[in-house]
């Protein structure tokens, strides 16, 4: 894997100067392979993992939906004018009972159920949706929400 | 009353560890960096922890076979095996200890008389010495010197010897210095201590963590299987310091004799441990190749970054330690080691808290974050310019 990428996933809040020495690189070189990786498509942004209160964070939902694949395209077209709503979080095409894996993000309970019923539902090749609301969050893009709560005790001196 | 006058002579004589010193010192800090933990910063995988929970839920909180479970015992020999070309049957050729200290202990308890000399390179792990001289034997330290990367050389070792030798400690990869051997070099060693009837003591516990070439056990060399005991454990590969299990693997006379040491003093490893070392030998590769992929890249960064600096530090081939030369600065280790603490809260250990050999030299640990490791270099950097200015 690329050293840079590397970096990025395991150097946790490295800045692109902390890279450069870890690296043995200039910065100017790390922030050339990070631009590399963003015209490639591999680098598609960041996102911080948070662990807010149901007050700022809102409802989440996992939708099961079943859609028509169409001649030529298979599911990819409908897929992508699903992915393009604002609510909607992330979109995987699964193999199983049902076609779609779609992730929703709304302020509230009804805010995503009308998403469903109005925009979503109504799609034409859409056929049925599955709505489960998440209850709780116990561990987010490889990161505990609870995290490490106790000190392990680790000496600072060790033989 | 003056208690201490129970005390046995040969512990009274016995110095405290260095690094105990030391710790006494950071302990009262805080905010502190720490370079100087002997042992990895992971935590121990999921799997291998959630295995030892099931063995509780299981009801698996009984003694074992003074050897260890049998089914441990296979899996040690299948791995050992695999990944060092040496065979040993799990019935009578290895035995289960709480931690390669242990099997330290018992072997040499087990195998010196009084008065025995027992060969040990230097620096090296701390409790060497003391095992030697707890077990009344007589401690015959051999140098090993940053210009041959602290390999163990033969010719150093035929300097050192006396008549009456009759072991020779091994710790490749070694803690501190990070220094080990070729395959060549090792067979010069394994030619000498055919010579000289010496048994070979292998303590192999870094081995895992070899980042040039191919780590090669001396037991696996013709004719030394019969004269090697072979050390190892799960400390530092799979990131199991607390679990203290580990095993030795030898001739079944000598591991029967280690084995009465054992069953009269430790009884049997704890079994939570040794189910929880099942896992990690038969699952546990992924995770641990992953683990040094990360040590190999933050020894090349700090390596790196401490030549830069100007303390001139050989590259590690194995283990989780550089080993700077400090003397550049003109303070000795101990004060480098004590000035870098109070002006910069950076902790490195003395090298001569690992022998006399130790030196000029500091034990820096890179098993510690890319952040941590980052900010230490600067701080270690902004130290010795200041330390510079002040000559």
């Not at chain 1, 009804?110 to 090749?125: D, I, M, Y």
């Not at chain 2, 490749?172 to 030619?191: F, H, M, S, V, Y």
């Amino acid at each position: 894997m690329n050293p840079v990428l590397k970096l990025l996933l395991e150097g946790g809040s490295l800045n692109t100067a902390h890279m450069a020495q870890v690296l043995n690189l200039p910065e100017s070189d790390v922030n050339r392979e990070i631009d590399n990786l963003k015209q490639q498509r591999v680098l598609l942004g960041w996102r911080p993992v948070l662990n807010l209160s149901e007050d700022e964070g809102g409802v989440r939902a996992i939708i099961e939906v079943r859609i028509t694949p169409e001649r030529g395209g298979g599911f990819n077209r409908l897929a992508g004018r699903i992915s393009r709503f604002d609510e909607v979080e992330s979109c995987h095409l699964i193999s199983g009972g049902y076609d779609l894996l779609v992730f929703v993000n709304g302020t509230s309970l009804q805010r995503v159920a009308a998403f469903v019923s109005e925009k979503l539902s109504t799609l034409e090749g859409v056929l049925s949706t599955a709505t489960h609301f998440v209850l709780r969050s116990y561990k987010q893009s490889g990161i505990l929400m609870e995290g490490r709560t106790e000190e392990t005790g680790r000496l600072n001196v060790a033989p | 009353m003056d208690s201490s006058r129970f005390i046995a002579r040969h512990v009274i004589d016995l110095p405290r560890s260095g690094i105990r010193d030391f710790f006494e010192i950071v302990s009262k800090m805080k905010d502190v960096i720490s370079l100087g933990i002997g042992e990895p910063d992971f935590d121990t995988p999921w799997h291998i922890r959630e295995a030892a929970i099931y063995a509780l839920e299981k009801g698996k909180t009984h003694y074992t076979s003074n050897l260890g479970l049998i089914e441990l015992r296979r899996a040690i020999n299948r791995y050992v095996e695999k990944n060092f070309a040496v065979s040993y049957r799990p019935e009578d050729e290895i035995i289960v200890t709480v931690g390669v200290s242990e099997a330290i202990d018992i072997a040499t308890r087990a195998l010196i008389n009084p008065g025995d000399k027992v060969m040990f390179h230097q620096p090296c792990y701390v409790s060497y010495h003391p095992s030697i001289t707890l077990a009344h034997g007589q401690a015959i330290p051999v140098p090993t010197y940053a210009k041959d990367n602290f390999a163990l050389t033969a010719d150093a070792l035929r300097a050192a010897w006396q008549p009456g030798a009759k072991l020779l400690m091994l710790n490749l990869p070694c803690n501190p210095t990070g220094g080990t051997c070729n395959r060549r070099q090792l067979e010069d060693i394994a030619k000498f201590a055919i010579e000289k009837d010496l048994l070979v003591l292998s303590d192999e516990i870094y081995s895992e963590l070899t980042f040039e070439g191919q780590h090669v056990s001396i037991a696996s060399l013709p004719g030394m299987q019969e004269r090697t005991i072979f050390l190892h454990g799960f400390s530092k590969a799979f990131a199991m310091t607390g679990w203290r299990i580990g095993y030795a693997c030898g001739p079944a006379p000598l591991v029967e004799a280690m084995m009465k040491v054992h069953q009269y003093s430790m009884m049997c490893a704890s079994i939570i441990s040794q189910e929880a070392a099942i896992e990690a030998l038969v699952r546990g590769e992924e995770g641990m190749l992953k683990m040094r992929e990360q040590y190999h890249r933050r020894r090349d960064f700090i390596v790196r970054r401490l030549n830069e600096i100007g303390l001139k530090c050989h590259l590690p081939r194995g283990s989780f330690y550089a080993f700077p030369d400090v003397s550049r600065t003109g303070l000795s280790e101990k004060e480098f080691a004590v000035s870098l603490l109070q002006t910069e809260k950076v902790a490195m250990v003395p090298g001569t808290a690992f022998g006399e050999n130790g030196t000029g030299f500091c034990r820096a640990c890179f098993a510690t974050s890319y952040e941590q490791l980052v900010e230490a270099g600067n701080r270690i950097d902004r130290h010795v310019q200041f330390l510079a200015a002040r000559k």
